[in-house]
């Protein structure tokens, strides 16, 4: 990429001297020459085919843009995921979902650094609570400077720069750069996830009572439970745990609760013949243990992350 960037930026470099030189000439003013406002394109997180793992990024990272130009970022992925920058002096706050400041839009589509700006939810389709995601986001920058912004579901893991330069200064990169590296940085936390995925589904043997809760990284997320079929006997127990902090998942059986009843435990999971049973928001070191009481398949899902795909089941033998 950098072989071709540095003659193409040369070239703009001349265009735009001859830009310069030809009003003059004609005895216009120089304002008549003033570059037209870009928009660029940024996505916001990627995913497989069938949303299994998700990549917490940007993509790409970093924009280099003019003064006057816009930003339009698009929903890459059902995780959902914000398009935040923060006034000056605050810290990034812990994601909230029933803070609206957080959830939905904050501030004009104008950006010049001095305001708390926010995207709200930004997926391709709703999740959990959040049942009308935006599509995508638009922000004009109108002053020149290095702006950081943050997801604020995925905190410090997902932030991005937008380095916005004085009007007509020539762009380092094109919008088929961006998409190429916004790609390839997709690619690489893809694959990242697919291959974390398939180490866990090799240290899970095929039957027996430990379910791993899905899997996080540093910029991706696996929405399964590991394994998806599990197989035990009456009497014996399904361990569902989370190896660490990261997406907030549920193990649920029967009847979804509402929200926010759902992110609680409910029912009794020391003696499980089926029915309503609600593991609420597990917590890394504390599995959900379940007894099973009674023969059958027991189908169960992810509340919050079902219509990913995230669902399992345990066949009970007698
Ligand atoms: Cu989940």
Same mark, same amino acid.
């Given at each position: 990429?950098?072989?071709?960037?540095?003659?193409?930026?040369?070239?703009? %470099?001349?265009?735009?001297?001859?830009?310069?030189?030809?009003?003059?000439?004609?005895?216009?003013?120089?304002?008549?020459?003033?570059?037209?406002?870009?928009?660029?394109?940024?996505?916001?997180?990627?995913?497989?085919?069938?949303?299994?793992?998700?990549?917490?990024?940007?993509?790409?990272?970093?924009?280099?843009?003019?003064?006057?130009?816009?930003?339009?970022?698009?929903?890459?992925?059902?995780?959902?995921?914000?398009?935040?920058?923060?006034?000056?002096?605050?810290? %990034?706050?812990?994601?909230?979902?029933?803070?609206?400041?957080?959830?939905?839009?904050?501030?004009?589509?104008?950006?010049?650094?001095?305001?708390?700006?926010?995207?709200?939810?930004?997926?391709?389709?709703?999740?959990?609570?959040?049942?009308?995601?935006?599509?995508?986001?638009?922000?004009?920058?109108?002053?020149?400077?290095?702006?950081?912004?943050?997801?604020?579901?995925?905190?410090?893991?997902?932030?991005?720069?937008?380095?916005?330069?004085?009007?007509?200064?020539?762009?380092?990169?094109?919008?088929?750069?961006?998409?190429?590296?916004?790609?390839?940085?997709?690619?690489?936390?893809?694959?990242?996830?697919?291959?974390?995925?398939?180490?866990?589904?090799?240290?899970?043997?095929?039957?027996? /009572?430990?379910?791993?809760?899905?899997?996080?990284?540093?910029?991706?997320?696996?929405?399964?439970?590991?394994?998806?079929?599990?197989?035990?006997?009456?009497?014996?127990?399904?361990?569902?745990?989370?190896?660490?902090?990261?997406?907030?998942?549920?193990?649920?059986?029967?009847?979804?609760?509402?929200?926010?009843?759902?992110?609680?435990?409910? /029912?009794?999971?020391?003696?499980?013949?089926?029915?309503?049973?609600?593991? /609420?928001?597990?917590?890394?070191?504390?599995?959900?243990?379940?007894?099973?009481?009674?023969?059958?398949?027991?189908?169960?899902?992810?509340?919050?992350?079902?219509?990913?795909?995230?669902?399992?089941?345990?066949?009970? %033998?007698?």
């Amino acid at each position: 990429m950098h072989v071709n960037v540095i003659p193409r930026r040369l070239a703009l %470099l001349m265009a735009g001297l001859v830009a310069l030189a030809l009003p003059v000439a004609f005895g216009q003013s120089a304002t008549a020459s003033t570059p037209s406002p870009v928009t660029w394109h940024v996505r916001v997180g990627t995913e497989t085919p069938d949303m299994a793992v998700s990549a917490m990024s940007f993509l790409p990272r970093q924009v280099w843009i003019n003064r006057g130009d816009t930003v339009h970022w698009t929903a890459g992925s059902a995780e959902p995921h914000t398009v935040t920058f923060l006034a000056p002096g605050t810290t %990034l706050p812990d994601f909230n979902p029933f803070d609206t400041t957080q959830t939905t839009a904050q501030g004009t589509h104008r950006y010049d650094g001095t305001a708390y700006t926010n995207s709200g939810i930004i997926a391709t389709q709703p999740i959990f609570t959040f049942t009308k995601p935006a599509a995508s986001y638009d922000l004009k920058f109108t002053k020149t400077g290095n702006f950081t912004y943050y997801c604020l579901l995925h905190g410090v893991m997902m932030k991005g720069v937008v380095h916005v330069r004085a009007a007509g200064t020539a762009y380092p990169y094109t919008q088929a750069d961006y998409n190429q590296v916004g790609h390839q940085q997709g690619q690489v936390l893809l694959a990242r996830g697919m291959r974390a995925w398939q180490e866990a589904k090799e240290a899970h043997p095929a039957t027996g /009572g430990a379910v791993q809760v899905g899997i996080d990284g540093m910029g991706f997320s696996v929405m399964r439970f590991i394994r998806t079929h599990a197989t035990v006997h009456v009497g014996q127990s399904v361990s569902f745990a989370v190896a660490g902090p990261g997406a907030p998942h549920t193990v649920t059986f029967g009847q979804e609760p509402p929200i926010p009843a759902v992110l609680m435990p409910s /029912g009794d999971p020391t003696h499980y013949a089926g029915g309503d049973l609600n593991s /609420g928001v597990i917590a890394p070191g504390t599995p959900f243990v379940v007894t099973f009481t009674k023969a059958g398949k027991f189908s169960y899902i992810c509340a919050i992350h079902d219509g990913m795909g995230m669902v399992g089941d345990v066949t009970v %033998l007698p």
